[in-house]
């Protein structure tokens, strides 16, 4: 089999063996990427100076006799734009119009064309005065009602800053070989993933693979690559064996999906395709994920008792395939089901109290109407376990529930220092959050923003602290944060 074959991930029909061409761009990718974030390095000002000195880097032609150097890197200009989006700061480097921009947008970008005299719009002319909230009325007059929504639903955290590009496939918005290589490769193709996912043993999925392939060594793909032999089937010695003969038109087999009640989706398909592979896909997407296990073992107890005719002259009746077929499926199943007992850890499960002179508070968030509103609640409490102070809101428009978590918090610490309130432990049940407060890694988007004005409050407050617990212990903030849209419920509770 061709190394082209070996080379995509599972979901696109390989084994996911690397690439070296495309892992060899990613890398590249990674050069280029500082070219456009680090304007100050000494390379990208030798570069910028020579190939595109009043352009930008993914606007920059390859221009006459340029270097090897220049024409490696110029190669990812491709893979940088399906991987950049621009992060909001002050708006007044982001073209409307040209530029991705709009998070909730697949394209990032609005599918309609501007009006005369607007090409060059800013996105800072789409928001009000203070720079912390849009416009309704001028986004609503310009944009479709679904682009209007989604840049609408945008938040805009903080208007200090500047407009950056950051990488939108990463977490933390900083570009990274793994995930540029996985653009590279595309991991969008269902009819693989779901033959991956099947729970068979792992010989048959690897049987399955090949047959998807076709490159199982049937007579007449022997007879293709030039091995002389008979070309006729081995079990019923008439037509030709090829792939869609000896797995659907044969009569053994044909025997065989009729005795588990299949016969009758493979007659339909035959009459709609001639093409192996895609009936392959289209009887598997009929059936139901238990008849896919079975259709897949009947699959390899067909090509067994060929292999066993072939070489050892034993000749196996249908009933006996799909007996095997059966048998050795629920062999395999059982012993998924014995696993060995893992010992767990015993976690705290319940609110702990804070030493004496120390208080605590509970932050959680939860979201609303298909998680287009999100509500946040705090809870301050003592030495005692007594109830101090409680606050609840709603964020009308939030990212992702991550930054609305880190909102929350930053709240929650401007609450503590405007109440004047010492040896704070701030508790949230979203350890991701909790490891990027603690750490010193640098996040590059919005969440990264968020998280920065928390470390700033912090080392500003060196007896506050913030610590990770489980959801289960984070109960009373999470109860307030449920109450932030009821009418009734007041937003501070003392």
Not at 121 to 146: A, C, E, G, R
């Amino acid at each position: 089999m061709r190394w082209d074959k070996l080379t995509p991930h599972k979901s696109l029909g390989g084994l996911g063996f690397r690439n070296m061409e495309d892992f060899n761009l990613s890398m590249l990718g990674k050069q280029s990427w500082k070219l456009m974030t680090d304007s100050n390095s000494l390379l990208t000002r030798v570069l910028k100076a020579k190939y595109f000195p009043r352009r930008d880097f993914l606007d920059a032609p390859l221009s006459h006799n340029p270097s090897y150097t220049w024409r490696s890197l110029w190669s990812t200009q491709s893979l940088l734009t399906l991987g950049l989006r621009w992060k909001i700061g002050d708006g007044t480097k982001i073209n409307v119009w040209s530029m991705p921009w709009i998070r909730n947008l697949p394209t990032h970008k609005p599918d309609t064309l501007p009006p005369p005299h607007l090409e060059d719009l800013t996105v800072n002319h789409l928001m009000n005065p203070n720079l912390l909230s849009w416009n309704h009325n001028l986004i609503n007059s310009l944009f479709t009602s679904q682009v209007a929504a989604a840049v609408i639903s945008t938040p805009l955290f903080t208007c200090s800053m500047e407009d950056t590009r950051i990488w939108k496939v990463s977490p933390d918005g900083n570009y990274t070989v793994k995930s540029a290589y996985r653009i590279c490769v595309d991991l969008l193709h269902p009819h693989w993933k779901n033959l991956w996912n099947l729970k068979i043993p792992p010989r048959v999925s690897s049987f399955m693979w090949r047959l998807a392939h076709q490159c199982l060594p049937t007579r007449v793909n022997l007879t293709t690559r030039g091995i002389p032999c008979d070309d006729t089937c081995v079990s019923c010695e008439t037509l030709a064996e090829s792939h869609m003969h000896i797995f659907f038109v044969c009569s053994k087999a044909m025997e065989c999906w009729g005795r588990i009640d299949l016969g009758h989706h493979v007659r339909e398909l035959l009459l709609r395709t001639s093409e192996f592979t895609t009936l392959l896909f289209d009887f598997l997407d009929r059936l139901s994920f238990i008849q896919q296990q079975l259709a897949a073992m009947l699959l390899w107890s067909i090509w067994k008792s060929r292999d066993l005719k072939l070489w050892e002259s034993s000749s196996t009746s249908p009933t006996l395939i799909v007996t095997r077929a059966k048998e050795t499926l629920h062999e395999w199943s059982c012993m998924q089901r014995i696993k060995p007992q893992v010992q767990h850890l015993a976690h705290t499960n319940t609110w702990v109290k804070p030493t004496i002179g120390v208080i605590k508070c509970n932050v959680d968030v939860t979201t609303f109407n298909n998680n287009t509103m999100a509500g946040f609640g705090m809870c301050f409490r003592d030495s005692l376990g007594q109830f101090i102070f409680g606050k609840s809101a709603h964020l009308p428009s939030f990212g992702f529930v991550l930054e609305a978590e880190a909102v929350a918090l930053l709240q929650s610490i401007h609450t503590a220092i405007s109440i004047g309130l010492h040896s704070v432990i701030f508790e949230t049940d979203n350890k991701t959050l909790a490891n990027a407060i603690n750490s010193t890694s640098a996040h590059n988007n919005e969440f990264g923003d968020i998280v920065t004005q928390c470390r700033v409050l912090l080392s500003n407050n060196l007896d506050y602290v913030v610590s990770h617990i489980r959801r289960q212990a984070n109960r009373v903030a999470h109860t307030i944060a449920r109450a932030s849209l009821s009418p009734t419920s007041p937003p501070y509770l003392l």
